[in-house]
Nanobody, 114 residues
Framework: QVQLVESGGGLVQAGGSLRLSCAAS???????MGWYRRAPGKERELVAT???????IYADSVKGRFTISRDNARNTVNLQMNSLRPDDTAVYYC?????????WGQGTQVTVSS
């Protein structure tokens, strides 16, 4: 089992950048890591994932703007978010998954003002 803590959220103007970090309580070496978000009134959706082989998947809405990365030595996963838009406003969650198990962080709020 692994516990996840997100940080780095905040308020930013449209066009700005934020870097989210997810710190794990243990080794993430064997986990696929991901970032998800839930906007007000919407379902939680995938933002980006990165496998143990460093294969990445991005939602179409963030391609070219967001970059996911992982540091297994530090047990962290980051999400660099550039060219932020008001529709990126959401609570962002970190997830670790392995086989049939998945673990979630508590989320961090990102608000993009127009």
């Amino acid at each position: 089992q692994v516990q996840l803590v997100e940080s780095g959220g905040g308020l930013v103007q449209a066009g700005g950048s934020l870097r989210l970090s997810c710190a794990a309580s243990g080794s993430i070496f064997l986990y696929t890591m991901g970032w998800y978000r839930r906007a007000p009134g919407k379902e939680r959706e995938l933002v980006a994932t990165i496998t143990t082989a460093l294969t990445t998947i991005y939602a179409d809405s963030v391609k070219g703007r967001f970059t996911i990365s992982r540091d297994n030595a530090r047990n962290t996963v980051n999400l660099q978010m550039n060219s932020l838009r008001p529709d990126d406003t959401a609570v962002y969650y970190c997830k670790a998954s392995i086989r049939y198990n998945e673990y979630w962080g508590q989320g961090t709020q990102v608000t993009v003002s127009s």
